[in-house]
């Protein structure tokens, strides 16, 4: 019999940073405001908040894989991750077909060339290969390259949780060679359209999902992902800070705060995010370090109204993102149509970017609403009929097995308590 890991409580930190990146995806997404230019962290480090997404993903997804193969094996945890992939990827088609739509409608109307600009065109002008580079994920109109990524990282899990649970940390050699394959022999994916690129190379962005997996599993079968109370936890905490150091002050000589001028230029090997550019990657993780080490796992303060509100988003990253695109795309349109200044761009800018928040976080709130119904209703269900069994069967079994774990009966070692 083995040893089942309890499901561990909610991570309402985790939530709030979700939630968190969500709104500064939307804001950021809406392009040319302030906000989404000023007010998010990637204007002060070399990362975003698509590393850091990317890196949480893979890490719940590395906890709830190693559960559900501790319950049930390899095979079954390889299933259930099969099923949400398999989600996942008609929800990508489901908002390429949708969002197309929508820019194919405005570009018709009232934004001519909105298809071109933003990478749609080619569909039209060649469907025989568009629409099979948009079923492979290989042609990728612009804000439609976050979705494959996860795909395609998802897919490599099963493999690489069989390595962890063989090699533990050794693991994290094959995602990293596979890293550095990408900046030393350009190992990329094609894509599909003439001059077209893959916004997020899976070959680079996968180390930073793996890596949140391994730091998933540990957390779940160790207590913690990392020995943040360990002699050495202070010396890695400070190069942390060290790196988010030095991404603000390179940021600060980009933008001409400091009388002194930038040694190096925005090059693609500091900035790149195709490839997922080495300063970028350690500025995440340096990120999340900081995060996990500093920031307890639940205060009374996250659950005032607004964290609570920004972790309820977080709770509901996918289809918060999915309206979110819709919404910045809406909000972008609106700042190109009615273009301002000064006083009154900043008025449009808090106006739109605030009202898509709120509505964001109204849409999550829906979401939380409908699946506590649901699960009320599926509670009382079973407590009924649990009810009418008991009083109309008899016991199947001899009086002294009445102690045995349903679970057992089924031929699944039952749960070890919590």
């Not at 499901?7 to 500064?24: A, E, F, K």
């Not at 500025?283 to 309820?312: E, F, G, I, K, Q």
Request: hydrophobic share 50%; glycine share 10%.
């Amino acid at each position: 019999m083995h040893d089942i890991p309890a499901r561990p409580p909610r991570d309402q930190r985790l939530d709030i940073v979700r939630g968190w990146l969500q709104l500064s995806i939307f804001a950021t997404h809406a392009g040319g405001t302030f906000i989404g230019g000023w007010c998010i962290h990637a204007a002060w480090g070399f990362s975003d908040s698509s590393e850091l997404f990317v890196f949480l993903s893979g890490f719940t997804l590395g906890s709830v894989f190693a559960r559900n193969a501790a319950r049930g094996g390899w095979r079954a945890g390889t299933i259930d991750l099969l099923v949400r992939t398999r989600r996942l990827y008609r929800m990508h088609l489901l908002v390429a077909g949708l969002f197309g739509a929508m820019v194919a409608a405005a570009g018709a109307t009232m934004l001519p060339g909105e298809a071109a600009r933003l990478g749609w065109d080619f569909l039209p002008a060649d469907p025989a290969r568009a629409l099979p580079g948009l079923l492979s994920m290989t042609y990728q109109p612009e804000f439609m390259g976050i979705l494959p990524v996860f795909v395609w990282c998802m897919l490599l899990l099963p493999g690489f949780a069989a390595v962890q649970r063989r090699w533990g940390g050794a693991a994290l050699a094959l995602p990293v060679a596979c890293y550095a394959a990408v900046w030393v022999f350009g190992l990329e994916m094609p894509s599909l359209e003439p001059g077209g690129r893959i916004q997020f190379n899976p070959f680079a962005w996968q180390v930073l999902f793996l890596c949140g997996a391994w730091l998933g599993r540990r957390a779940l079968l160790r207590g913690e992902a990392l020995p943040f109370r360990a002699p050495a936890a202070r010396a890695v905490l400070w190069a942390a800070f060290a790196v988010l150091a030095a991404g603000l002050l390179m940021r600060f000589t980009w933008y001409g705060f400091v009388p002194w001028r930038a040694p190096f230029g925005e090059l693609g090997w500091i900035e790149g995010k195709e490839n997922l550019a080495l300063p970028r990657l350690l500025h995440a993780l340096a990120l999340a370090y900081v995060v996990a080490a500093l920031v307890p796992r639940d205060s009374p303060w996250m659950h005032r109204a607004l964290p609570a509100a920004v972790a309820r988003i977080g709770q509901y990253s996918l289809e918060v993102f999915c309206l979110g695109l819709f919404l910045s795309w809406g909000a972008s349109a609106v700042f190109r149509l009615l273009p301002a200044q000064g006083v009154a761009f900043a008025a449009e800018d808090a106006l739109l970017i605030g009202l898509g928040g709120v509505v964001l976080a109204r849409f999550a709130a829906l979401l939380d609403r409908r699946r506590r119904r649901r699960r009320r209703v599926v509670t009382a269900g079973g407590a009924q009929e649990k009810t009418r069994t008991s009083t109309t069967l008899r016991p199947q079994v001899p009086e002294t097995c009445a102690s045995t774990n349903s679970a057992t009966w089924a031929g699944v070692p039952p749960e070890k308590p919590g």
